[in-house]
């Protein structure tokens, strides 16, 4: 999927938080939780998981409150160890599509 910023969707994170939403907060901290473990140390798809949980964060909001409040505490979560983790040209490609 192609965004209008550009950007094209790599993973299937989008879906998957879309599924764990139905089941609640549980199932979404566990799909985070999978996700981020499975691929921390990819910077294409962390970049993708922090946009997911900043995209759902807006998704939320006024919505369900604690959906939102979760996904907030995740982006600031994954956009910490992004900013903390990742070097060069892999921190550059996170602050061109998260900024």
């Known amino acids: 999927m192609r965004l209008e910023n550009g950007y094209e969707t790599k993973t299937t994170f989008w879906e998957d938080f879309t ?5 609640g907060t549980k199932a979404v901290q566990d799909t985070y ?3 981020f473990k499975g ?4 910077h ?3 970049t993708e998981l922090s946009l997911v949980m900043n995209w759902k ?3 939320w909001y006024e919505k369900n409150e604690d959906l939102y409040n979760l996904y907030e505490k ?3 979560r994954i956009d910490q160890w992004c900013m903390d983790n ?3 040209n892999e921190l550059e490609y996170y602050l061109k599509w998260t900024d």
Do not use: P, R, S, T
């Open 33 to 35: 939780d999978n996700a």
């Open 19 to 23: 599924i764990a939403d139905a089941f």
């Open 39 to 42: 691929w921390k140390y990819n």
């Open 86 to 88: 990742l070097k060069g």
């Open 74 to 76: 995740l982006y600031y």
């Open 44 to 46: 294409e798809y962390v």
């Open 57 to 59: 964060m807006f998704q």
